[in-house]
């Protein structure tokens, strides 16, 4: 298999599909469909990667042109150890991932509210509950109100 050819220089956001960047990504690192190919059926022989995680030169092929557009984690998971980058990026890059990550996210930062209800006073802690009230009021006449359209 060839050598690193240079480091990557572009961004996943710098490219329209998943496809071209994975292309880029190998091409960068200076290797072949068949390099990846034979790569990941020497990791799975050495026990490294699981079998479910085979990757043919044709199906790269495909993936890079666009033609699968939902690849399987465990392919995504042999990319990610050949291409080394992180899985959890090619997985938030196909679209596995964003909700997920946006929810652990407004998970942390309630936590961090949470923690500074005991550092209030009496009237801040008040004007919070005052203002969950309002929330949970709007919501209700929200859903009770007509949808337009």
Avoid at 12 to 30: C, H, S
Avoid at 86 to 100: A, C, D, I, W
Avoid at 118 to 145: C, G, V, W
Wanted: one cysteine or more; proline letters at 3%; aromatic letters at 10%.
């Amino acid at each position: 298999m060839a050598r690193l050819k240079k480091n990557l220089i572009k961004s996943p956001d710098d490219f329209k599909t998943f496809g071209e960047y994975l292309a880029y990504i190998r091409e960068t690192r200076g290797y072949s469909l068949r390099d990846v190919e034979d790569t990941v059926s020497d990791l799975i022989k050495r026990k490294i990667l699981d079998a479910e995680c085979s990757v043919s030169h044709g199906y790269l092929r495909n993936l890079e042109s666009g033609e699968v557009s939902a690849p399987s984690p465990f392919k995504l998971k042999a990319l990610a150890y050949v291409y080394r980058i992180k899985f959890e990026m090619l997985m938030q890059k196909v679209g596995y991932l964003e909700e997920t990550l946006d929810k652990v996210e407004r998970d942390a930062t309630f936590t961090l509210m949470l923690k500074e209800v005991p550092q209030m006073t009496s009237a801040e802690k008040k004007s919070l509950l005052d203002f969950i009230d309002y929330i949970i009021a709007k919501r209700r006449n929200d859903e009770h109100r007509p949808k337009k359209g």
